[in-house]
């Protein structure tokens, strides 16, 4: 069974950084795109980056130039290293990825920007 273990979240002042990492186990045989989503209280989810298996990526408008998501394949590993922290990325942050064609989620991490 395939799992998707997210880390790394936690309270950072405003300007601050953190790195989400997110993990992936079980019987893997192929890892296509990895995705990093965001929901905060109220809003809809809100698509944050993506990154290929060719390592291309995608970043939302509201993260640019600020968030760098990236990945290691020996590892099954993606993660979201987010820089110049702003109040408004507060949100619990999920992985989702196409693992051997199929879709899955992580349980998700809190990351709070506040004074």
């Known amino acids: 069974q395939v799992q998707l273990v997210e880390s790394g979240g936690g309270l950072v002042q405003p300007g601050g950084s953190l790195r989400l990492s997110c993990a992936a186990s079980?019987?893997?045989?192929?890892?296509?795109?990895m995705y990093w989503y965001r929901q905060a209280p109220g809003k809809q989810r809100e698509l944050v980056a993506h990154?290929?298996?060719?390592?291309?990526?995608n970043y939302a408008n509201s993260v640019k130039g600020r968030f760098t998501i990236a990945r290691d394949n020996t590892k099954n590993t993606v993660y979201l290293q987010m820089n110049s922290l702003k109040p408004e990325d507060t949100a619990v942050y999920h992985c989702n990825a196409d693992i051997n064609a199929r879709d899955y989620w992580g349980q998700g991490t809190q990351v709070t920007v506040s004074t």
């Open positions: 990154i290929t298996s060719d390592g291309s990526t």
């Open positions: 079980g019987t893997i045989f192929r890892i296509n795109a």
